[in-house]
């Protein structure tokens, strides 16, 4: 651990109020090193919490948290903001079961106003927090630190759009480090670029003494020359004042000097919002990580002195890996195959696609609304598009996804990726609701691949599907080491497979899960009872036959998924009771994630605490089947 004798005084902010800039640049120092080592023992999203130390440390001197709010858009780079509002005790627990998020988190601390861990969300909260201040008539600050990757997501120009709505102060900090997790995309980007090439960033530090001394008092004097100062000392920023901000910036970010009378002074302005353009260094002062190209977005643990991360070895390629080879294996036959991808390239696989085919893939940058319209666009003016986002960043183009593509019933193909929980980023990134939101939809075709060799040849049923909207789903993490074909055949749309057949109880999963299935069929058959397996494949259409058939032929039937409820058991269900199968007496489980959000924690346990592992899922059976509880649990 190292040595950290000031950042040991700093019990909460408010001890950082009074420290000068140089003992605020020495604890800006040790800070930096504390999260380099608890990141090196946990994990976790390293490059933007260092790129954020010194801003950090600026703000709460400059600011009453948790009186003020701030607002950390993401949250992934709040570890800093974390150690300094008293969970430093913590802070070698992030992202482990029991531990601190990984996000902020309004349930964790009283210093983490708003949760987050989807991007773009911060000006909207920061909006709402100010309206509500206003209406009580209270005078606290509201302050919302956005990254340039989350300036590109349609929400936060709806939240400055909206801005007026407020009367008083807001403050936002747009963190330009001139990343996202890839390099950033798009015109907004450029147009950042512009500014902090434009010059006046180089003299900042004049700049924060002669604006300490511009501001007077009185607010209203004060506002008035903050006009004189943004007018004088910016190097465009019109797009933001023509928005209705004052614009101040760009600021080195990393400059206490400039940064702390800067803040101080920006946030006395209340008769306009204000945006101040952070300059920053995503990795900045870890040369691992300043030197990577992902500057360590996210890491896995690492060794401190060299950087080097220890990746857990592997049997399997990852579902993400085997998509994208795939994919550009269909692509090198059929021209039509375009990709999009919503800033996720590497997260997505659409990385690899994208060095085989450049002009084929398009990165739209954090913007999964757009995402979906552009594929339906791509996909109405006759190419091939196969859009892959995370499933839980999904929901946030779900009605695209009704109202532009499956209205039209147009061939876009979802590759859903982080199908299922997903560990340590916890509930804000578990793909749970999918098989629900996408199954309801008319017209939908909706898989979950069991293996990696079946999401082969669920992507070359996708792309044979030319006539509506089709998904297919598959986990984080390696596949299970089955063989792929060279070519993978496309499925029989709507049709299951049984894997192993039984007598008394029929196991009916959907997605991964299948494994355990198998494996809870090997547990009941050690009590005496034969269990059939079946590998559904399909959430819609389901494969009717299969389980009107399931359901003849067994006292119990048992569905097993990895999503919430309303989803593939949900589907089951519905189509058992129209058909008149629940009238007999079927004695039918339909087992999914619980009803409430689950932290992080190893996939495994997570899946354990929801009874879809082995035991949870002969459990169940032995539950369904009349055997008495005590003996269902020790199945
Ligand atoms: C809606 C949504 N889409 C995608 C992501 C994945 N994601 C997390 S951080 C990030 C990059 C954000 O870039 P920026 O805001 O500039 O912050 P930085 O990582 O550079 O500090 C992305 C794409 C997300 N969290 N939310
Ligand atoms: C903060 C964020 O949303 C991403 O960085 C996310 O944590 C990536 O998750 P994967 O590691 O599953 O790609
Ligand atoms: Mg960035």
Redesign the pocket.
């Known amino acids: 651990m190292p040595e950290t004798p000031h950042l040991d005084a700093i019990a909460s902010p408010a001890d950082l109020k009074g420290k000068t800039i140089g003992e605020l640049r020495i604890i800006a120092d040790e800070l930096r090193a504390e999260t380099i080592d608890a990141v090196s023992q946990t994990g976790g999203h390293l ?2 919490a260092l ?1 954020v130390i010194e801003l950090t440390v600026a703000l709460h001197h400059v600011l009453d948290t948790p009186q003020d709010i701030l607002i950390w ?2 949250g ?2 709040a570890y800093p903001h974390k150690i300094l509002t008293g969970r430093r005790d913590r802070i070698r627990t992030l992202r482990q079961g029991g531990g601190l998020s990984g996000f902020t988190k309004r349930a964790e601390s009283e210093y983490d106003p708003f949760g987050a ?4 969300t911060s000006i909207s909260a920061a909006l709402g927090f100010c309206v509500a201040r206003d209406q009580r008539g209270s005078d606290e600050r509201v302050v919302a630190v ?5 300036m590109s ?1 349609g929400m936060a120009y709806e939240a400055m759009n909206n801005a007026e709505a407020t009367n008083g102060q807001l403050m936002v900090i747009l ?1 330009d ?1 001139d ?3 890839a390099p ?1 995309v798009g015109g907004m980007s450029a147009y950042l670029a512009k500014l902090v090439s434009g010059g006046a960033y180089r003299s900042m530090r004049k700049m924060g003494k002669a604006m300490a001394g511009v501001l007077p008092q009185s607010l209203q004097q004060a506002a008035r020359k903050a006009e004189e100062y943004a007018r004088g000392m910016v190097t465009g920023g019109t797009f933001f004042e023509e928005l209705g901000f004052y614009y101040v910036g760009p600021v080195d970010g990393h400059d206490l000097d400039a940064l702390t009378p800067i803040l101080r002074n920006a946030a006395q302005i209340t008769d306009r919002p204000v945006l101040v353009h952070v300059v920053t260094k ?1 990795g900045k002062g870890y040369g691992p990580a300043e030197n990577s190209a992902d500057k360590y ?1 996210g890491v896995v643990k690492f060794d401190v002195i060299s950087g080097a991360q220890q990746k857990a070895p592997s049997n399997a390629p990852s579902y993400t890996k085997v998509f994208g080879t795939e994919l550009i294996k269909r692509a090198e036959r059929d021209p039509k195959i375009v990709a999009i991808t ?3 390239p590497s997260g997505t696989g659409l990385d690899l696609f994208g060095q085989a085919f450049p002009e084929r893939t398009f990165d739209v940058g ?1 913007a ?1 609304q757009h995402a979906v319209t552009f594929a339906a666009g791509l996909a109405a003016g006759g190419l091939k598009p196969v859009c892959a986002i995370y499933s839980t ?1 999904l929901q ?1 183009g779900y009605d695209q996804v009704v109202h532009d593509v499956a209205i039209q019933s147009l061939p876009v193909r979802f590759a859903m990726d982080r199908a299922g929980l997903v560990g340590a980023d916890g509930a804000t990134h578990a793909g749970s609701f999918d098989i629900g939101y996408m199954g309801a939809l008319p017209g939908m075709v909706l898989m979950a691949a069991a293996d990696e060799a079946e999401l082969a040849a669920m992507i070359a049923t996708s792309l044979e599907i030319d006539d509506r909207p089709s998904a297919f789903r598959y986990p984080r993490g390696d596949g299970e080491g089955v063989e792929i074909p060279e070519l993978a055949a496309p499925l029989e749309i709507g049709k299951g497979r049984i894997v192993r057949e039984g007598t008394s109880v029929a196991i009916l999963s959907l997605g991964t899960r299948l494994g355990e299935s198998l494996k809870a069929a090997e547990l009941l058959a050690a009590r005496g009872v034969s269990a059939t397996v079946a590998d559904a494949r399909f959430a819609k259409p389901l494969d009717e036959e299969l389980i009107l058939r399931l359901a003849r032929e067994h006292e119990a039937l048992v569905t097993v998924e990895e999503g919430a409820m309303g989803g593939f058991g949900a589907f089951v269900l519905q189509m058992l009771a129209a058909r008149g199968v629940l009238d007999g007496g079927l004695k039918i489980r339909t087992l999914t994630l619980p009803d409430r959000f689950q932290d992080q924690d190893k996939p495994e346990l997570m899946y354990a605490t929801a009874g879809l592992d082995a035991r949870g899922i002969a459990a169940s059976a032995l539950e369904a089947l009349g055997v008495p509880a005590e003996r269902a649990a020790r199945a």
């Open positions: 490059g933007s790129g858009d993401v992934h780079q861990a989807h991007a773009s956005i990254g340039d990757g989350s997501a963190n480090n990343m996202s997790i950033p995503k977005h919503a800033a996720m954090i999964e960043f946030r």
